[in-house]
């Protein structure tokens, strides 16, 4: 059978997606590459299929033992023999797999770094072994975010496996971090299969943040019923803003470091399973999250680096359905962010300078008025859009600025408001902190304020249309761009002019600034499932709930994630093209030949307006 059959058969698509038959040819013939896709783009696969050809074994090396089992579930699922081998695995599941190594019918394995660095699989699989493929590579990597110091010493043990191909997969990575993966790996005059980082499904937004928890429900209300995570910066802000969505009635739980084991275990067990709609975590939650039908990620306060968020980010959406991605953006998280720097007693000074750049790198995304998409892609050093051809009027379409929620001042306003708030913070001779300033912009006195005389002042009052809100966020937006500063020199921080925020207002310099216009449209649930299915009703929506809950049950019966018993883009499919015999199921994309013998039955009985029972 060609790549193309095993395709249709095992997984039920008809089309690659790019790069994945690219990669698969490179691993077929036995050669090396290095493969950059984004989530969702699709990169399971670039292994799986080799290992489905029946030609040999296919080894997957991942850190993330927490989504292993999750894998194999998924593999099985499409037919094949799949099994992993990780620290967690009790003794006679082990013995099983070793007993299928033995035998040889073993078609895809996944190891953990330690458990392949111990040295006892290697005369096992060798001989058989076709490909071996390193997921997550960017962790070789100490540009990378996640650096794993075993994977350090992968290339020790791929060199016992001379004849097997190698393949390296990860989502993000800049150019230094391939360049790195491709030294670390040793990887032998491969073939570069770097795709474009744009996720186009995702709507993404950064406003100033004003009111957290009105902001974040804005969104939340947008998707009853739905998957999201709500990301927040400490452990308080978690419990906070938990309680407000349990209290609004929203199917949420907290996950933070500071919960027992067992309560994080069972968040993440009922997100994962659909019992629980929203999870508010701190970043220590999603490096195990492959839920794929995740309609919306929050961050109501602004994370490390863009690194992280696009990471973070990234777990919406990855069914390829469309998904929002908003940021609530305060330059006190910066601060933050750098005052929890400072307690970390390992950091170093080349460290901390590495964090101030990353920082001023997601503030300048934040309050930047320029298109989303286009900065996040640039980032990650490619060109936006990826064909060159500049998008017409109505931008990408799919973020805050393109859709006309943020706007950017016309150049000579921004400079004009620029200098009234600068000259402010330059009367105010950076002795007071942003508070201060912002009330003497608006014309708001107090006693410290008379007594200095700052009410006589020229800027006293001169901002005094454009509200509090702005006021704050034009200063937040001086601050990334390196025009104010906040010291931390006294007890409290203080607001104060740079050289450069002199240099503007003599003219010298260009600035830019925004302003929200309107909140994100839209009360009600969201179009998200019909816009992906032209053409899909009310009444399908309800069909698509009904599967929705039937795949549930099989799940729990099962023991497995419903995602891993079929995505909801096959569900929505099914929904809408209602097909009345097992050989229409077929056609449906994700339906392989074992998912229609396992539920086709059940899931055309739900068409047929049945209430099967799964037992
Ligand atoms: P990644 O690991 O790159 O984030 P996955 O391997 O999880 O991506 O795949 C993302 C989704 O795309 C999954 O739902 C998967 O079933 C689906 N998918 C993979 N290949 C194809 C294809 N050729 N056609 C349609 N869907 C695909
Ligand atoms: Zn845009």
Not at 88 to 109: C, F, H, M, S
Not at 367 to 377: A, E, F
Not at 550 to 579: F, M
Request: glycine share 8%; net charge neutral; proline share 5%.
């Amino acid at each position: 059978m060609t790549p193309q059959e095993i395709l249709k058969k095992h997984w039920g698509y008809s089309a690659f997606k790019p790069l994945q038959k690219e990669a698969i040819e490179a691993a077929l013939s036995g050669r090396d590459c290095l493969v950059v896709l984004p989530t969702g783009g699709g990169k399971s696969l670039c292994y799986q299929l080799p290992a489905a050809m029946g030609k040999g074994l296919v080894l997957v090396v991942s850190p993330l033992i927490a989504l292993m089992d999750d894998q194999v579930a998924a593999a099985r699922e499409a037919g094949l023999a799949a099994d992993a081998l990780h620290s967690n695995l009790k003794v006679a599941p082990k013995r099983e797999v070793y007993k299928n190594l033995a035998d040889g019918t073993t078609q895809l394995l996944y190891v953990s770094p330690e458990r392949l660095l111990a040295g006892d699989l290697f005369d096992l699989i060798a001989e058989r072994l076709i490909l071996a493929a390193v997921d997550e590579a960017h962790c070789v990597s100490h540009w990378g975010h996640e650096f794993r110091p075993e994977y350090r010493r992968l290339t020790e043990a791929l060199d016992r496996f001379p004849k097997a191909a190698r393949m390296a997969l990860t989502a993000t990575a800049t150019p230094a971090v391939q360049r790195d993966i491709l030294a670390q790996l040793a990887l032998r005059s491969p073939e570069l299969l770097i795709g474009h980082p744009d996720r186009p499904n995702l709507i993404y937004r950064a406003f100033p943040r004003r009111d957290q928890i009105k902001q974040v429900l804005e969104t939340v209300r947008r998707h009853p019923g739905e998957g999201g995570i709500v990301y927040a910066q400490t452990r308080k802000d978690v419990e906070r803003l938990a309680a407000s969505l349990k209290k609004e009635g929203v199917s949420s739980a907290p996950y933070h470091a500071g919960l027992n084991a067992e309560d994080r275990r069972k968040a993440q067990d009922d997100f994962v399973n659909e019992r629980l709609d929203v999870v508010v975590a701190t970043i220590a939650f999603g490096m195990g999250i492959d839920r794929s039908n995740v309609r919306y990620v929050i961050h109501a306060n602004t994370p490390r680096s863009v690194e992280h968020y696009q990471q973070e980010s990234g777990r919406a959406g990855r069914d390829g359905l469309p998904a929002e991605c908003t940021l609530l953006f305060s330059a006190s998280d910066l601060a933050t962010h750098r005052w929890l720097a400072k307690k970390d007693i390992y950091i170093t000074a080349e460290r901390a300078r590495a964090l101030d750049n990353q920082l001023k790198d997601i503030g300048r995304y934040a309050v930047s008025p320029v298109c989303r998409h286009g900065l996040l892609v640039e980032h990650f050093g490619a060109p936006y859009p990826a064909d060159g051809v500049p998008h017409g009027e109505e931008g990408c379409g799919a973020c805050d600025v393109c859709l006309g929620e943020t706007k950017g001042l016309p150049p000579e306003e921004a400079i004009l408001t620029a200098k009234k708030v600068l000259s402010a913070a330059w009367r105010a001779e950076g002795r007071y902190g942003t508070g201060y300033v912002v009330n003497l912009l608006l014309g708001r006195p107090n006693d410290r304020m008379t007594a200095n005389g700052h009410d006589q002042l020229k800027v006293f009052g001169l901002l005094q249309e454009a509200g509090e809100p702005a006021v704050r966020s034009w200063i937040d937006q001086l601050i990334v761009q390196d025009y104010l500063e906040v010291t931390e020199e006294s007890e409290y921080p203080l607001l104060r002019i740079t050289q450069a925020g002199r240099d503007l207002c003599q003219d010298k310099g260009e600035v830019r600034l925004g302003l929200p216009v309107q909140a994100a449209k839209g009360k009600k649930k969201s179009k998200a499932l019909r816009n992906a299915a032209p053409g899909f009703t009310e009444s399908d929506e309800a069909l698509f709930e009904k599967l929705r809950a039937v795949r549930r049950a099989l799940a729990d019966k099962a023991g497995i994630a419903p995602y891993v018993v079929c995505q909801d883009t096959t569900l929505l499919e099914i929904a809408a093209v209602k097909p009345a015999t097992p050989e229409a199921l077929l056609d449906i994309k994700g339906m392989g030949e074992k998912r229609v013998k396992k539920y086709g039955a059940l899931f055309l009985d739900v068409l047929a307006g049945k209430n099967p029972a799964v037992e």
